[in-house]
C-alpha cells in the first residue's frame, strides 16, 4: 500500500470520526488542510473527501459555517487565482514563440525580397547595356551605311563621267 493511500486512508477515518464521535474524539483536520488534501486528490477521491468536509461543515455550529465557508472561498479563490496566472503565463509564452515564427518568417521574407530586387535591378542593367550597345551599334552601322552610300554615289559620279568623257 503506497503512502498515499495510508495517508488518506487516515484522513478519512479521522474525519468520519470526528463527524460522527464524541466530545472526546480528537481534533478534525483544519478546512485549510482538508481544502489542500481535496486539491491534490485523484478525481474519484475528492467526491468522497468533499462529502466528508460538508458533513463536518454542517455540524457547526453558525459562526464556525461562517468562518469555514469564508476560509474555503479565500483559499479556492487563492488556488483559481494561480491557475489563471499560469494560464497567462502559458499564453504569453505561447505568442512569444508565435511572435519568434512571425519574425523568423518576416526575416526570411525580406531577404527573399531583397534578393528579387537585387536581380530586377541587375537585369534592367543589362538591359540599359544592352540597348546602349545596341544604339552604338546601331550608329556605327548608320555611319558605315553613310559611308558607303557616299562612296557608292561618288564611285556613280566618276562612273558617269567616264561614261559622259568617253562618248
Not at 484522513?11 to 491534490?40: M, Y
Amino acid at each position: 500500500m503506497s503512502m498515499k493511500n495510508i495517508l488518506l486512508s487516515l484522513l478519512v477515518v479521522g474525519t468520519v470520526t470526528t463527524a460522527f464521535g464524541n466530545e472526546h474524539s480528537p481534533k478534525p483536520l483544519s478546512i485549510d488542510a482538508q481544502i489542500s488534501t481535496i486539491q491534490s486528490a485523484r478525481p474519484e477521491e475528492r467526491v468522497t473527501l468533499m462529502n466528508q468536509l460538508k458533513i463536518q461543515i454542517a455540524n457547526m455550529n453558525a459562526k464556525e459555517k461562517s468562518a469555514a465557508i469564508a476560509q474555503m472561498q479565500r483559499k479556492m479563490q487563492k488556488h483559481t487565482t494561480s491557475h489563471k496566472s499560469m494560464n497567462y503565463q502559458a499564453k504569453q509564452m505561447h505568442e512569444m514563440g508565435h511572435k519568434n515564427k512571425m519574425q523568423k518568417h518576416i526575416g526570411q521574407m525580406q531577404s527573399y525580397n531583397m534578393q528579387n530586387i537585387n536581380h530586377i535591378q541587375n537585369m534592367h542593367q543589362k538591359q540599359a547595356g544592352n540597348k546602349y550597345r545596341q544604339e552604338h551599334v546601331d550608329k556605327i552601322r548608320s555611319d558605315r551605311n553613310k559611308g558607303m552610300n557616299k562612296y557608292v554615289e561618288n564611285n556613280n559620279k566618276r562612273e558617269n563621267r567616264g561614261k559622259k568623257g568617253a562618248r
